[in-house]
């Protein structure tokens, strides 16, 4: 009766060891990190480490961005001047972003606490840009402009079966 004892007690302890790992390795998303940049010079570094797009406009100004670094989901916010709106545009274009008509995924669901915007402003930009990934790939990437704001809402979308993660209702 005492070895079937020990062996119950050995086998509660790997199940709930297991179910510890499991829950620690797969459930979590892992750490979430977030910034504030006034400029772009404060920003640089995370433009490096590609928190935030390479092609941000040297005069942006309250640049917010969030990041996981087990998933390398983020998203970002920043204010353009006027001006450059249309300009930066051009050279998301050429970074590969085309335009996006249809319902934009939202960022990544444990990000939402951290990320710099929500579902209420990408449903309000009224230009908006997708970069697909490349083949093989699952990371697409989209670029949200409120002109009226003149803020640029811009965050990846990790794609499953080639379809964007489900939108929030």
Same mark, same amino acid.
């Given at each position: 009766?005492? $070895?079937?004892?020990?062996? !119950?007690?050995v086998a509660a302890f790997l199940f709930a060891n297991a179910v510890w790992a499991l829950n620690g390795? *797969?459930?979590?998303? $892992? #750490? *979430? *990190?977030?910034n504030n940049f006034d400029n772009y010079s404060q920003a640089k570094a995370a433009m490096a480490d590609d928190w935030l797009p390479r092609f941000l406009p040297e005069d942006s100004a309250f640049i917010? #961005?969030?990041h996981s670094i087990d998933t390398n989901e983020k998203c970002a916010s920043f204010v353009v001047r #006027?001006? @450059?709106?249309?300009?930066?545009? !051009?050279? +998301? +274009?050429? @970074? $590969?972003?085309?335009?996006? *008509? $249809?319902?934009?995924? +939202?960022? +990544?669901?444990?990000?939402?606490?951290?990320?710099?915007f929500g579902m209420e402003e990408l449903r309000s930009a009224d230009v908006r840009l997708k970069k697909l990934p490349p083949v093989g790939y699952a990371e697409s990437y989209f670029i949200a402009i409120d002109r009226t704001k003149r803020q640029v809402y811009w965050w990846n979308s990790i794609e499953v079966g080639g379809v964007a993660k489900p939108t929030p209702q």
């Open positions: 009766m005492t $070895g079937l004892r020990l062996w !119950k007690a390795c *797969v459930l979590l998303e $892992g #750490e *979430v *990190v977030s917010r #961005e969030a #006027e001006g @450059d709106l249309s300009s930066f545009a !051009k050279i +998301a +274009a050429q @970074d $590969g972003y085309e335009h996006y *008509v $249809g319902e934009l995924p +939202a960022p +990544a669901q444990f990000l939402q606490s951290e990320c710099p």
